[in-house]
């Protein structure tokens, strides 16, 4: 019982079940067995089998349990009591089960004649059956792998840290190169090794470390034809005469990890743990909401004695029972996804760490002559024209900042103008632009200006969104959102029990209120996708069409793909209204996602057209979040304007602590956060930056063997120094 269930020689350790036992526990069961026994003279009262599937085969449990049956029929052993455990270790999954041989009719120990010969027929049945490619052993004896090692000869080579397979070929290569005592002895010594007779007669080898590995076994050689070439082992010195020899041989090599390695796999199997945790508290949490409301649309009294008389006692019994099997294959479902996961992640560590250990022979993470060279943003005009209008830059800088000071435009004209006389008579011209308007500020720093034609953007918009406020006629009906809302809780709860939160039903019911403007500022992971796709519903049975935008083509995507609202970009829909198109009709709706990153200048066009076509507008995003790329921050003036609904619970994290980070992050609480994280061992440290970039490097690259390159990933820095770094450690581990 304490080998299945050590966690220390197993990445994940899963007591899946005890069956036919007064315990629930493995220690507690095996013990009635022995106690059973110690009642009969069966002294194996236990049988164990080990399912091993191919390295990267994904097999689901229902295959497990199916052999596992197949095997204890075909041993005699069906009914009898069972423990099944499930191993993971290097990426790979193997289950033990474990019977009890006595019959409790009889109190003998069940027979299992040919058990080898029964267990090898079923195996070759499960390969041809899982269309896995058979090993050549399993097609004929004569075939198998001379490196094949028994579990024996696993735990003697992992006592001494060694590698089993690498321990069988040099022996077996020591005994393939000699012909007699002295060449094999010779040959033994050069690998690290003394020739000895052993305590029960027979050859073996001491080594070093004074452990003494059986020549027989590990040559896979027969005592006889070790004797008919050798001679007899009694010209040999015992065990205890050669240890004092042992001392002085070269120490053995062993099996050893990189600190680097041993850290990210620690990391990697303490995350992969709590996200199984998370998983079965959730899973938890969920049957006991489902067994809630059973109970409570369950009948009672009058209402159960007539759901008896008319039967629906049985339908609402069945419906009970229909639930339960949904919610279980659910379950398996998402615990075989995440296992699944976790053991590609395994491999691809793994993998990586060999990649690693070449590295030294074959390359250099970064290179040094790659220099970072940062170029300044173009300036769309000639030195020419800048000469003729130095004014002309004011413009430029307008078009991403909001406000400026004499500093970024003396920058700004820098670029094109090196002769500094010449430089310091284009800025004061600038200065003195009359598009130029200063600003009033209390600060004691530089004065700070803007341009007439941002202003005349901000009172455009000001005025567009008024009118939109004030409008009305969007109203929908209360029947469309009671249907819309009881269809969202229904696929909801098929598909992970949930169902929408009080936060998100008002904020439903702001979005579809009668203005022809609404806003929604959620966080992150608060639900805002779910809340759309109930918007669309909703719409639709109204009698309106939807059409969704965004600033980047990758938003647009989610949009769609998350809500069902057909979605494209901004500058798309901006081009098609310039060339005379109307994608957009009055009475439909524009649902805008990510709208905090949308400067002044493009929100006013967009407020403006829809405001002159009589279609809604709908704001959804997080000023907090990443900021807009041009002038302005439009979306927050809004919102701090004519108010917005809001969505702060968190529904995309399940564990309360993440969603606990999440806020902070979103607050800009980031020691908070990143303190909630290294409670949870989820945040890792390193002694130098170099350090750090190259262990980011490393878990980016195990990243992409384990899910593939098409995968969406992130590595984060927050200097562009440290990101061309890292690009370069990056590049340089994935070619």
């Known amino acids: 019982a304490r080998h299945l269930m050590n966690p220390r020689d197993n990445d994940h350790v899963t007591l899946h079940r005890v069956e036919g036992f007064l315990s629930h526990d493995l220690a507690s069961a095996f013990a009635e067995v022995e106690m059973i026994a110690s009642g009969t003279r069966c002294r194996k009262y236990l049988f164990s089998m080990s399912f091993n599937p191919p390295l990267e085969a994904n097999v689901p449990i229902e295959v497990f349990e199916q052999a596992i049956s197949d095997a204890e029929a075909r041993l005699g052993l069906s009914g009898q009591p069972r423990a099944i455990v499930f191993h993971e270790k290097n990426g790979r999954r193997h289950a033990h089960c474990v019977w009890s041989r006595i019959d409790p009719k009889s109190m003998t120990a069940i027979q299992l004649p040919h058990f080898k010969r029964k267990l090898m027929g079923l195996s070759r049945e499960i390969y041809q059956d899982q269309g896995w490619d058979m090993p050549d052993g399993f097609k004929r004896f004569e075939d198998r792998d001379p490196l094949?090692?028994?579990?024996?000869?696993?735990?003697?080579?992992?006592?001494?840290?060694?590698?089993?397979?690498?321990?069988?070929?040099?022996?077996?290569?020591?005994?393939?190169?000699?012909?007699?005592?002295?060449?094999?002895?010779?040959?033994?010594?050069?690998?690290?090794?003394?020739?000895?007779?052993?305590?029960?007669?027979?050859?073996?080898?001491?080594?070093?470390?004074?452990?003494?590995?059986?020549?027989?076994?590990?040559?896979?050689?027969?005592?006889?034809?070790?004797?008919?070439?050798?001679g007899s082992e009694d010209r040999l010195p015992s065990v205890e005469d050669v240890l004092s020899q042992a001392k002085d041989l070269p120490a053995p090599k062993k099996q050893k990890s990189s600190p680097l390695f041993q850290k990210q796999?620690?990391?990697?199997?303490?995350?992969?743990?709590?996200?199984?945790?998370?998983?079965?508290?959730?899973?938890?949490?969920?049957?006991?909401?489902?067994?809630?409301?059973?109970?409570?649309?369950?009948?009672?009294?009058?209402?159960?004695?007539?759901?008896?008389?008319?039967?629906?006692?049985?339908?609402?019994?069945?419906?009970?029972?229909?639930?339960?099997?949904?919610?279980?294959?659910?379950?398996?479902?998402?615990?075989?996804?995440?296992?699944?996961?976790?053991?590609?992640?395994?491999?691809?560590?793994?993998?990586?760490?060999?990649?690693?250990?070449?590295?030294?022979?074959?390359?250099?993470?970064?290179?040094?002559?790659?220099?970072?060279?940062?170029?300044?943003?173009?300036?769309?005009?000639?030195?020419?024209?800048?000469?003729?209008?130095?004014?002309?830059?004011?413009?430029?800088?307008?078009?991403?900042?909001?406000?400026?000071?004499?500093?970024?435009?003396?920058?700004?004209?820098?670029?094109?103008?090196?002769?500094?006389?010449?430089?310091?008579a284009a800025t004061r011209t600038a200065m003195a632009s009359g598009e130029l308007v200063p600003l009033q500020s209390t600060s004691t720093l530089q004065p700070r200006f803007t341009t007439k034609d941002y202003q005349k953007a901000e009172a455009q918009l000001n005025t567009s969104a008024t009118k939109l406020k004030e409008q009305g006629g969007f109203q929908v009906q209360d029947q469309h959102i009671t249907r819309a809302m009881a269809d969202q809780d229904r696929r909801m709860m098929q598909d992970f029990g949930g169902k929408l939160s009080q936060e998100q039903r008002g904020a439903l019911h702001h979005v579809l209120g009668d203005n022809h403007m609404a806003s929604v500022v959620g966080l992150a992971g608060a639900g805002k996708s779910t809340l759309l796709d109930t918007a669309r519903m909703a719409w639709e049975q109204q009698g309106l069409r939807v059409h969704g935008a965004a600033l980047a083509g990758k938003a647009a995507e989610g949009l769609e793909g998350a809500s069902g609202i057909p979605s494209r970009t901004l500058a798309s829909l901006e081009l098609s209204w310039k060339n005379?198109?109307?994608?957009?009709?009055?009475?439909?709706?524009?649902?805008?996602?990510?709208?905090?990153?949308?400067?002044?200048?493009?929100?006013?066009?967009?407020?403006?057209?829809?405001?002159?076509?009589?279609?809604?507008?709908?704001?959804?995003?997080?000023?907090?979040?990443?900021?807009?790329?041009?002038?302005?921050?439009?979306?927050?003036?809004?919102?701090?304007?004519?108010?917005?609904?809001?969505?702060?619970?968190?529904?995309?994290?399940?564990?309360?602590?993440?969603?606990?980070?999440?806020?902070?992050?979103?607050?800009?609480?980031?020691?908070?956060?990143?303190?909630?994280?290294?409670?949870?061992?989820?945040?890792?440290?390193?002694?130098?930056?170099?350090?750090?970039i190259d262990h980011l490097a490393a878990s980016y690259v195990m990243d992409v063997a384990a899910h593939g390159a098409r995968k969406s990933r992130l590595a984060l820095a927050h200097k562009r120094k440290d990101v061309h770094a890292l690009n370069q450690a990056i590049r340089a581990q994935l070619r």
Not at 156 to 166: G, L, N, T, V
Not at 189 to 211: I, T
Not at 317 to 326: C, G, H, I, P, Q
Not at 583 to 603: C, F, H, N, Y
């Open 265 to 424: 796999r620690d990391e990697l199997v303490i995350r992969q743990r709590q996200e199984r945790e998370a998983l079965i508290e959730r899973q938890i949490q969920r049957q006991r909401d489902r067994l809630l409301a059973q109970r409570q649309s369950a009948g009672r009294g009058l209402r159960a004695l007539f759901d008896r008389m008319t039967g629906q006692d049985v339908v609402k019994r069945d419906k009970v029972l229909s639930e339960a099997k949904a919610a279980k294959a659910t379950d398996r479902a998402e615990q075989q996804a995440l296992i699944t996961r976790h053991l590609a992640e395994r491999r691809a560590l793994d993998q990586h760490a060999h990649e690693r250990s070449l590295q030294p022979i074959f390359g250099r993470s970064t290179d040094p002559e790659q220099r970072l060279q940062i170029r300044p943003e173009a300036l769309p005009y000639t030195a020419k024209q800048l000469r003729k209008d130095p004014a002309l830059v004011l413009d430029h800088i307008s078009q991403k900042k909001a406000d400026f000071t004499r500093t970024d435009v003396l920058r700004a004209l820098a670029q094109v103008l090196p002769d500094p006389m010449e430089l310091q």
């Open 148 to 230: 094949n090692y028994s579990r024996q000869e696993a735990g003697q080579a992992k006592r001494a840290d060694r590698d089993p397979k690498a321990l069988k070929a040099k022996f077996q290569s020591c005994w393939a190169q000699s012909d007699d005592l002295n060449s094999f002895a010779a040959a033994l010594q050069e690998e690290g090794f003394l020739l000895a007779r052993g305590s029960r007669r027979g050859f073996v080898a001491v080594d070093g470390d004074g452990k003494i590995w059986s020549l027989s076994r590990w040559c896979g050689v027969r005592p006889k034809d070790l004797r008919q070439r050798l």
């Open 580 to 692: 005379g198109h109307s994608p957009i009709s009055k009475g439909d709706v524009l649902v805008v996602d990510e709208a905090g990153m949308i400067g002044t200048r493009q929100l006013a066009r967009i407020t403006k057209q829809i405001n002159e076509i009589g279609a809604k507008l709908v704001l959804v995003g997080d000023p907090e979040q990443l900021q807009p790329i041009e002038a302005g921050t439009p979306f927050r003036d809004l919102v701090k304007q004519y108010g917005a609904a809001r969505l702060t619970e968190i529904h995309r994290q399940k564990a309360d602590w993440h969603k606990q980070a999440s806020k902070d992050l979103a607050e800009g609480r980031s020691h908070q956060a990143l303190t909630r994280y290294a409670e949870k061992q989820a945040v890792t440290t390193n002694t130098s930056k170099e350090e750090a």
